[in-house]
């Protein structure tokens, strides 16, 4: 089993800023893909980072340039640290790993979600 466990969310006003984490552990031998995605109030789940083993990243159009996504692969650990942040930005934040497990089989797993809220 693989567990994922965030951090970092909050109230922050318009402008400001965050830093999420999201460690993975367990019985895992590599976390290949690491993302964020978020989930607003009435809206699907959406793509917001990703992250690749070797440090390619992508990002969705609307957080490009504010938005930073970052890995510590010795710590099976992601980050996002989101500047400029606009009330649109308010959602519930979710972790995703797809790791390689110890007995080499692929995993996909999903945080308990950390919820972020834009408001002055």
């Known amino acids: 089993q693989v567990q994922l466990v965030e951090s970092g969310g909050g109230l922050v006003q318009p402008g400001g800023s965050l830093r999420l984490s999201c460690a993975a552990s367990g019985s895992i031998f590599r976390a290949n893909t690491m993302a964020w995605y978020r989930q607003a109030p009435g809206k699907q789940r959406e793509l917001v980072a990703s992250i690749i083993i070797t440090g390619s990243t992508h990002y969705a159009d609307s957080v490009k340039g504010r938005f930073t996504i970052s890995r510590d692969n010795a710590k099976n650990t992601v980050y996002l640290q989101m500047n400029s942040l606009a009330p649109e930005d308010t959602a519930v934040y979710y972790c995703?790993?797809?790791?390689?497990?110890?007995?080499?089989?692929?995993?996909?797993?999903w945080g308990q979600g950390t919820l972020v809220t834009v408001s002055s």
């Open positions: 995703n790993v797809v790791a390689t497990t110890t007995s080499f089989r692929f995993l996909e797993v």
